[in-house]
């Protein structure tokens, strides 16, 4: 008997693709530059977001979209510090928000007020690399409790994005981290990675991330 095969994927991640093609448009016609933070889980993305919040909510009208598996505990934590609509995002179980869920988000923002919006997604290096969620650029964070060669471990993810933040620089007193090292295997993947080097817990390197965001909305074109 003959065999038919269904190309499932193929299909779910074309009607993805359109999606976010429309969520791209919706945010280049308001003007609201999008960043989708992705990360392994326990690099620092939730803190870095509040500390952002913290400093910069009275300068900038940030709108936040936050994903995880199965609790809103995130969203919980960055409601705390802004008082705008913190979205959670519950997958469920599925590793990667898509174009989708941030639509339906978008439904809820008033993005004519909004001046920046962030995605922070699923902690995963794998699932997000592969789906195009209408952002306008993927900030890749790891932390130098995960080994300088994690860039070449999860290459996709390190390709697709334009920024990375290495976190947790307070600790490395402490650890065998060499910082140069990891740079170097993260432009080894990808030459035009800018980085920044951070600790969230601590302030350090923040107001060179700060100035960026700022700067990124600024050159958002008209």
């Avoid at 400093?55 to 936040?64: K, M, N, P, Q, S």
């Avoid at 699923?122 to 306008?136: F, H, K, M, R, Y």
Wanted: aromatic share 6%; proline share 4%; charged share 25%.
């Amino acid at each position: 008997m003959a065999v038919r095969t269904i190309e499932v994927r193929e299909k779910v991640m074309a009607r993805n693709d359109e999606l976010a093609a429309r969520v791209r448009e919706r945010l280049a016609e308001a003007r609201v530059p999008a960043l989708n933070l992705v990360s392994s889980p326990g690099s620092g993305k939730t803190l870095l977001l509040e500390q952002t919040l913290k400093t910069l909510g009275d300068r900038l009208e940030i709108a936040v979209v936050s994903g995880d598996v199965q609790t809103q505990n995130d969203a919980d934590r960055l409601a705390l510090h802004t008082d705008r609509l913190v979205q959670a995002v519950v997958t469920g179980g599925a590793c990667h928000l898509d174009a989708r869920q941030v639509m339906t988000a978008l439904d809820a923002l008033d993005l004519a007020t909004t001046d920046l919006l962030f995605i922070e997604n699923v902690g995963n290096l794998v699932c997000p690399a592969s789906w195009d969620i209408g952002e306008t650029a993927k900030v890749v964070m790891f932390s130098v409790t995960e080994g300088e060669d994690k860039p070449v471990k999860y290459p996709k993810m390190f390709e697709k994005a334009s920024f990375a933040i290495l976190n947790k620089i307070d600790l490395l007193p402490y650890l065998d981290f060499d910082i140069e090292a990891a740079i170097a295997f993260a432009r080894q993947v990808n030459p035009e990675l800018r980085f920044f080097r951070t600790s969230a817990l601590t302030g350090e390197g923040l107001e060179k991330w700060y100035e960026f965001l700022i700067g990124r909305v600024e050159k958002t074109p008209a």
